[in-house]
């Protein structure tokens, strides 16, 4: 089955830019979705088809996607950020999330 | 657009079995495709299986087939998730989330249900 691979934390402070990557396969060829989590809440999609934002979600939300590397970038980082964040593809298996990334506004 | 809403949370014995509701607002569960995913205390998401409109059937994950159960009322747009022989590891959070198709995301998700399995 396909596996995506995240890395466990990012730490930023406020103002400045978050990456979040997500390894996976050729996952350039595939459409990767993020969701943001905050705790106790409902996972909520933040970048769908790759870069794509759903209405509502800050234009300081934005995504890439080539060859083995897919990353979720946040500008101008706010406290209000700070949540787990997963990615996600669609797979011949069925649907694969990442292990999630831990990201901690200093 | 969408709403989902979830049934309580529940507690049950090691060998029991579970069946979570997800009543949906503003579409008609026809008009979706519905799937399940569940969260361990303090791990990832895990997708469980859902309906698949391409080939006309529910899927699941290989890790969960012969033990769960999706099943839907379409005259009361109400999405079921049945798990059976419950153990400690089945406690999680279980969310209700739906995909557009041909869209392969996850919007918008329900408000989840605690499952909790203990003796």
């Known amino acids: 089955s396909y596996v995506l691979t995240q890395p466990p934390s990012v730490s930023v402070a406020p103002g400045k830019t978050a990456r979040i990557t997500c390894g996976g396969n050729n996952i350039g060829s595939k459409s990767v979705h993020w969701y943001q989590q905050k705790p106790g809440q409902a996972p909520v999609l933040v970048i769908y088809?790759?870069?794509d934002r759903p209405s509502g979600i800050p234009e300081r939300f934005s995504g890439s996607n080539s060859g083995n590397t897919a990353t979720l970038t946040i500008s101008r980082v706010e406290a209000g950020d700070e949540a787990d964040y997963y990615c996600q593809v669609w797979d011949s298996s069925g649907w694969v999330f990442g292990g999630g990334t831990k990201l901690t506004v200093l | 657009q969408v709403q989902l809403v979830q049934s309580g949370a529940e507690v049950k014995k090691p060998g029991a079995s579970v069946k979570v509701s997800c009543k949906v607002s503003?579409?008609?569960?026809?008009?979706?495709?519905m799937h399940w995913v569940r969260q361990a205390p303090g791990k990832g998401l895990e997708w469980m299986g859902g309906?698949?409109?391409?080939?006309?059937?529910?899927i699941y994950a290989q890790k969960f087939q012969g033990r769960v159960t999706m099943t839907e009322d379409t005259s009361t747009d109400t999405a079921y998730m049945e798990l059976s022989s419950l153990r400690s590891e089945d406690t999680a959070v279980y969310y209700c989330?739906?995909?557009?198709?041909?869209?392969?995301?996850?919007?918008?998700w329900g408000q989840g249900t605690l499952v909790t399995v203990s003796s």
């Open positions: 989330a739906t995909v557009a198709y041909p869209q392969n995301w996850f919007d918008p």
């Open positions: 088809d790759d870069s």
């Open positions: 309906f698949d409109p391409e080939d006309g059937e529910t």
């Open positions: 503003g579409y008609t569960l026809t008009e979706l495709s």
